[in-house]
């Protein structure tokens, strides 16, 4: 007969503890974690931004939640950024006619006027997607989702996203650019 030994509870655990840690399987990300990335402002003036500049810089919390072209709502989550309007101020400045041009590193690009920048005409939408009328809302280069790194999946490490202070108001999700690699001031 071969001798059979048993293995305890509690060793059981820690072994597919470690081999779920082992695998990844578990969340160890810190904002040490953040990938490298940079951003490219465009103005009267350029400068490029790492992700760790654009993490020191001031920042904006509030909810997002974005509804697609074909009814695809996502959220609420929790964004954490840096508001498009400072970034604009970097560059230069905006004047109320000029454009600003959102781009992302797969070729996607937002236009947006200086009213939207500063949270203005998006159309809002409660649960059952009806049109509502919009409370404040604000336009930041998320780089955080629900206090962890946006990951790549979501449109990290960089996404403009539409935030409030409520988690129940839903934005329209085309100005959501993810991958953002590059914002630039277009003059009229």
Not at 38 to 48: H, I, K, P, Y
Not at 121 to 129: A, H, I, Q, S
Request: aromatic share 8%; charged share 25%.
């Amino acid at each position: 007969m071969i001798p059979v030994r048993r293995i305890s509870l509690p060793l059981i655990l820690v072994l597919i503890g470690a081999l779920a840690l082992g695998a990844g399987c578990t969340d160890t990300g810190s904002v040490d974690d953040y990938p490298a990335w940079n951003l490219t402002l465009a103005g009267d003036r350029e400068q490029v931004l790492t992700h760790p500049e654009i993490r020191a810089l001031p920042a904006a919390e509030g909810y997002g939640y974005s509804v697609s072209t074909v009814g695809i709502k996502t959220g609420p989550n929790r964004y954490r950024g840096v508001l498009l309007a400072d970034l604009i101020d970097m560059a230069g400045g905006a004047g109320a006619d000029d454009l600003i041009y959102v781009s992302a590193e797969d070729g996607y690009l937002w236009v947006f006027d200086m009213d939207q920048v500063n949270g203005e005409g998006f159309f809002t939408f409660d649960e059952n997607l009806r049109e509502v009328t919009s409370p404040p809302l604000r336009v930041i280069l998320a780089y955080e989702q629900d206090k962890k790194p946006l990951v790549y999946e979501n449109g990290g490490p960089l996404r403009l996203v539409v935030i409030t202070e409520s988690p129940d108001v839903i934005t329209e999700g085309s100005p959501w650019v993810k991958w953002v690699d590059r914002v630039e001031v277009h003059r009229k």
